[in-house]
């Protein structure tokens, strides 16, 4: 890899006026060290950083990308729609396309609203649980990530029913006390809740696979649990479905597991890499929105036609025969030889696969939530994405992320991964 002077100089620049000199933290790569990257293109499944470094892509704008950078089919429909105009602030025909093929697709979504980043349809989703359900409390999980909504940034607190408090400046006590927080696949802890304060809580919100603590799949039964538990007790079941979401299959999370939330949220995959995200469900539920309801909700550029028409591209081209079993095929062959390169190498490993997620943990025992996922050793994980990097490949720069490989992704590529892989923990292991 060669010097990266033009990437460090524009880097400089953006610290001067962007926190962080980024527009998202994670970007910082503050969990990995090192110099963030400053990127320039995107193809398929490779970036190119400002200093004309090329690098195999497993960020893929955080799930975004599934068919990967610049697919043609998307960026035709860009350009095409680009002439026609890219917001109307009226509703126009692109969004109810859109909304076909996802209700299609996902059965439970009787009704939809299209919001422009995962973190507002997730806001929206609680607001529409508490207008139907007239409570105040919401449950989420331990190392769930929602978006940066208050409600969200609050993290479990002392006693029984784990009053939450808050997780980030800026957000009032008394309002992080809204949320309960349990242990990711403890449906034990989520009945203590409800039994303490079933009557307050008006959503159980979860991503019915975690990817936000790294890759942790749902336990057997522990899907099933929150469903039952939440419709005894009169509150919503919302499943956060902005990762899983046309990406572990066709009908996302919720088909693969045969369980039917209340209110879905979605993003990422349904706006193919711009800015689109949504929140839907039953019919009685979303009725509540405004026009037709008292919740209140509004967007400038909610349902714009430009990113409908990336999302429509995307979904098409998601549709066709074969494309999940190959993603699904590719990343347990992944994980297969990484599973082989660790153990070669005598570094202790966990690998966590939900269909093209994957979380390479650098930890003695199974991570089956966030707990165990903080177990993990942070500082080797820093260690193995700088040696990845150095080899051209580009892991998400955390040990609570997952890796997401996209259509674009080819059984070379996925061998030179392992290959890389194999070098680096040999390079740690000899540390
Ligand atoms: P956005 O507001 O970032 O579009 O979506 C929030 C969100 C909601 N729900 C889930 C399950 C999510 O994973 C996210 C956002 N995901 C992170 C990556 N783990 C976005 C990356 C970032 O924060 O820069």
């Known amino acids: 890899m060669s ?4 990437s460090r100089e524009i880097y400089r620049r953006a610290s001067e006026l962007l926190i962080g000199g980024v527009n998202s933290p994670v970007r910082a790569f503050a969990a990995v060290g090192g110099e963030p990257l400053i990127v320039q293109s995107g193809s398929g499944a490779r970036l190119l950083d400002a200093d004309g470094n090329e690098y195999l892509d497993f960020i893929g704008s955080w799930g975004a990308m599934i068919l990967g950078h610049a697919h043609p089919a998307v960026s035709a429909a860009l350009a095409e729609q680009a002439a026609r105009g890219t917001s109307y602030g009226v509703t126009c025909e692109l969004e109810v396309l859109l909304a076909e093929q996802i209700r299609a ?8 609203r299209f919001v422009s980043s ?54 009032p006590e008394a309002f992080a006390t809204l949320t309960l927080n ?24 979860v991503e019915p696979v975690a990817a936000n603590m790294g890759v942790v799949p749902p336990e057997s039964g522990f899907l099933e649990t929150l469903r039952e538990i939440t419709s005894r007790h009169g509150a919503l079941l919302i499943f956060d479905e902005v990762i899983t979401g046309f990406r572990i299959g066709w009908g996302g999370a919720q088909n ?43 967007g400038t550029l909610s349902g714009n036609p430009l990113a409908m028409r990336a999302g429509l591209a995307t979904l098409a081209e998601l549709h066709r025969p074969g494309l999940y079993e190959g993603l699904a095929a590719r990343t347990a062959h992944l994980a297969n030889g990484l599973r082989e390169a660790a153990k070669s190498a005598r570094v202790p490993v966990q690998i966590n696969v939900a269909g093209s997620l994957l979380t390479l943990f650098f930890a003695q025992d199974p991570v089956h939530d966030y707990a165990s996922a903080k177990r993990s050793d942070t500082a080797k994980f820093a260690r ?14 955390s040990q609570f992320e997952a890796l997401f490989l996209s259509a674009a992704h080819t059984d070379a590529d996925v061998d030179r991964t392992i290959a890389a892989a194999g070098e680096a923990l040999a390079s740690i292991a000899a540390a």
């Open 118 to 171: 995962g973190t507002e349809a997730a806001m929206s989703a609680i607001r529409a649980a508490r207008g139907f359900t007239r409570r105040d409390c919401i449950v989420k999980f331990e190392g769930g990530y929602h978006g940066h909504a208050d409600s969200f940034l609050s993290q479990a607190g002392s006693g029984l029913a784990t009053f939450g408090i808050a997780s980030s400046a800026g957000v």
């Open 182 to 205: 349990a242990p990711y696949n403890d449906a034990g802890a989520v009945e203590r809740i409800f039994a303490a304060r079933g009557k307050e809580i008006a959503a159980v919100i």
């Open 3 to 6: 010097a990266r002077n033009r």
């Open 256 to 298: 693969a597991f045969g369980i039917q939330p209340d209110l879905t949220v979605l993003g990422k995959i349904i706006g193919g890499g711009m800015p689109v995200a949504a929140y839907g469900g039953r019919a009685d539920v979303m009725k509540m929105v405004a026009p037709e309801g008292p919740v209140y909700q509004a």
């Open 384 to 397: 193995f994405f700088g040696e990845m990097l150095a080899r051209g490949i580009l892991l998400p720069p």
């Open 105 to 112: 697709a996902l059965p439970s979504v009787e009704r939809i």
